[in-house]
C-alpha cells in the first residue's frame, strides 16, 4: 500500500487539518501518517483556542515516521510559526522527501492573515522552492502575486508568476466570488505556456469546513499512487465534489464534509 504524510494542525471536530487530512487519505486508497504542528480548539463555528508544538517536538515526530515508514508524497497544511516552517523544509531536505504538496494557509476566506509576515517571508522562502505543486486559494495567491486578482486570465498570469518565482507547480483555485469551482494548473515546465483548467460545477451545499485541507491531501494521495499531477488533480477534484454532493450537514456553523461518501457503509 503506498503511504503519504501530513503535517499539519489538528481539528478537534474533525472537519479540517489533520483529521480532515487522514479519512481523505485513507477514503483514497493509501495509508495515512501525521506530524503534528500544533492543537486546537474548535468546532464549526470557529477556534477557541491553539497550541502549537515546539520545533524539536515536530522535528522528532516527522523523524520517528519517515525513517520507520517512508512516505510516497507529503502534504503540509497551516504552520504559523517560521520556525516550524524551517523544520518541515530542512526535514524535506534531509531525507529526501518526495511529492510534496503544499497547502500554503496564509489568509482567511474573510481575508484576514492567518499567519504572521515574517512567517510568510520564512514560506516563501525555505518551504515554496522545495514543493512539487502549491494549492492557493485568490486571497493566498494574490499575496503570492503582489496584487489583485480579479478574472480568469490573471489566474492563469498570477499562477505563471508564482510558478517562476518559486519553482513549482501551481493549482490556483478559484472560488472566493470569482469563479464557481474552476482551478487552473501551471505545472511550470518550458513545453507548457497555457497551463490547464479544471472546471467544476457549484454545489449549493453551505457546508465546506475543510475543503481546502481535503483537496491538498487528495492531491497528495493520487500522486502517492503514481498518478501525474494533472491527473492527480482530476481525481482529487472529482473526490472532493462527491465528499460535497453527499450533502452532510453536522455541526451549528459550516459543518464538514462527508469525507466517506466513496465507502459503503451499511446502516441498520
Given amino acids: 500500500m503506498k503511504t503519504a504524510l501530513t503535517i499539519a494542525g489538528s481539528d478537534s471536530s474533525g472537519g479540517a487539518g489533520i483529521q480532515a487530512d487522514i479519512k481523505t487519505m485513507t477514503c483514497n486508497g493509501i495509508y495515512a501518517m501525521s506530524a503534528i504542528t500544533a492543537l486546537t480548539a474548535q468546532n464549526t463555528t470557529g477556534v477557541t483556542a491553539i497550541m502549537e508544538v515546539s520545533p524539536e517536538f515536530l522535528k522528532e515526530q516527522i523523524k520517528d515516521v519517515v525513517t520507520d515508514i517512508f512516505p510516497d508524497a507529503v502534504k503540509t497544511g497551516m504552520v504559523s510559526s517560521s520556525a516550524l516552517i524551517k ?3 530542512q526535514s524535506i531536505k534531509e531525507y529526501g522527501l518526495k511529492n510534496i504538496v503544499v497547502d500554503p494557509v496564509m ?3 474573510s481575508g484576514a492573515k492567518l499567519i504572521s509576515d515574517e512567517a510568510i517571508e520564512t514560506l516563501k522562502k525555505e518551504l515554496l522552492p522545495l514543493a512539487t505543486v502549491i494549492t492557493p486559494n485568490i486571497p493566498e495567491a494574490e499575496v503570492l502575486y503582489g496584487r489583485k486578482i480579479s478574472s480568469e486570465q490573471e489566474m492563469e498570469e498570477a499562477a505563471q508568476k508564482i510558478s517562476a518565482d518559486f519553482g513549482c507547480a501551481v493549482l490556483l483555485k478559484g472560488g472566493h466570488n470569482l469563479n464557481d469551482a474552476n482551478d487552473f494548473l501551471y505545472d511550470g515546465k518550458s513545453d507548457s505556456s497555457s497551463g490547464t483548467w479544471f472546471y467544476g460545477k457549484k454545489i449549493n451545499n453551505p457546508n ?4 481546502g485541507c481535503t483537496l491538498s491531501s487528495a492531491i497528495a494521495a493520487n500522486l502517492a499512487k503514481g498518478f501525474t499531477l494533472s491527473e492527480s488533480v482530476k481525481n482529487a477534484k472529482d473526490y472532493i465534489s462527491g465528499a460535497l454532493e453527499a450533502m452532510l450537514d453536522l ?3 459550516s459543518g464538514p464534509l462527508a469525507h466517506n461518501w466513496n465507502i459503503n457503509i451499511k446502516e441498520k
Fill in 87 to 89: 523544520v518541515i523544509a
Fill in 107 to 109: 489568509v482567511a476566506t
Fill in 208 to 211: 465546506t469546513h475543510g475543503t
Fill in 251 to 253: 455541526g451549528h456553523g
